[in-house]
């Protein structure tokens, strides 16, 4: 079984900074992406940013230049750095890693359960 934990989030300032990590643990061969999504109130669920395991990231428009992704693959830790917030990034915040359990076993999508941002004006 894997289990992914995210930590941070909470209650911030517009113009403020969040840290959001997320770590998987587990029955884990290999991690071939990491990423965040979001959904906001009644939006979809949206990427965020995405991270393969060759170092590919993928941005959504509406965060390139404030957030940035990073991974350490050493603890199978994926962390999302955001600045710049504004409200509208108000959302649950969810982390996807794809996972490999064994070495022949294709990749499974995990979802952690989220953490809600809020962004005050």
């Known amino acids: 079984q894997v289990q992914l934990a995210e930590s941070g989030g909470g209650l911030v300032q517009a113009g403020g900074s969040a840290r959001l990590s997320c770590a998987a643990s587990g029955t884990i061969w290999s991690i071939i992406a990491m990423g965040w999504y979001r959904q906001g109130p009644g939006k979809q669920r949206e990427l965020v940013a995405e991270i393969t395991n060759g170092g590919s990231i993928n941005y959504a428009d509406s965060v390139k230049g404030r957030f940035t992704i990073s991974r350490d693959n050493s603890k199978n830790t994926v962390d999302l750095q955001m600045n710049s917030l504004k409200p509208e990034d108000t959302a649950a915040y969810y982390c996807?890693?794809?996972?490999?359990?064994?070495?022949?076993?294709?990749?499974?999508?995990?979802w952690g359960k989220g953490t809600l941002v809020t962004v005050s004006s």
């Open positions: 996807k890693q794809i996972i490999r359990i064994r070495s022949w076993s294709s990749g499974t999508a995990y």
